[in-house]
């Protein structure tokens, strides 16, 4: 019990190291808005046409071990 | 517009939720949602970066396969948990020790 404790005040005091980390970083004030959407979508089928295949196939592979992890035992 | 250290904020925030969730429960299904959180904080800082740079892309289109991996990871995990389930009828993680080093 004490260990869970000990880590869970290990995650909130990251928390606080990290923030206030950025809260003193030189960010810009704003963040610039210029939509994508196109460029996006042209690079999947372009660019990265080939992870695109592959994380594709990672997809599938997952779908069918799951399947095959869940399926119910035949006796 | 949302300033660049809110968003990074927001980022931290996530974080450090699924880092609670992760070390602290024993639940393996609520372990799963915190690295899910976890996950989304990185897409999170990514796209925030990104914006900052609107002649590069690379970063959202890394997210979008983070959200992708991430969607396996989680059937696959799932998975295991129902299987778990079904063999010990327990899914306390703590229990389980045939992996451990």
Same mark, same amino acid.
């Not at chain 1, 995650?11 to 206030?20: D, P, Q, R, S």
């Not at chain 2, 396996?72 to 299987?83: F, T």
């Given at each position: 019990m004490s260990f869970r404790v000990l880590r869970g *005040? @290990?995650?909130?005091?990251?928390?606080?190291?990290? !923030?206030?980390f950025i809260s003193g970083a030189p960010f810009p004030?704003? $963040?610039?808005?210029? +939509?994508?959407?196109d460029e996006i979508g042209a690079a999947l089928?372009? @660019? !990265?046409? *080939? +992870?695109?295949? *592959?994380?594709?196939? $990672? @997809?599938?592979?997952a779908v069918f071990a799951a399947i095959y992890l869940v399926r119910r035992d035949v006796a | 517009m949302i300033p660049q250290s809110y968003v990074l904020a927001f980022s931290i925030l996530l974080l450090s939720? #699924?880092?609670? #969730? %992760?070390?602290?429960?024993?639940?393996?299904? %609520?372990?799963?949602?915190?690295?899910e959180l976890m996950l989304n904080a990185a897409n999170i800082n990514l796209i925030s970066f990104s914006r900052l740079f609107p002649e590069g892309f690379t970063a959202q289109v890394?997210?979008?396969?983070i959200i992708l991996v991430a969607a396996?990871?989680?059937?696959?995990?799932?998975?295991? %948990? %129902?299987?778990?389930f079904r063999n010990h009828g327990i899914v306390d993680i703590s229990l389980f020790e045939g992996l451990r080093w």
């Open positions: *005040v @290990i995650a909130i005091a990251f928390g606080l190291l990290a !923030y206030t004030s704003e $963040i610039l808005w210029v +939509p994508n959407v089928f372009k @660019i !990265y046409g *080939v +992870p695109f295949e *592959v994380a594709s196939l $990672i @997809i599938v592979v | 939720i #699924g880092a609670l #969730g %992760v070390m602290t429960k024993r639940n393996p299904i %609520v372990m799963l949602m915190g690295i890394f997210a979008l396969f396996a990871e989680s059937a696959i995990a799932l998975a295991i %948990v %129902v299987r778990i």
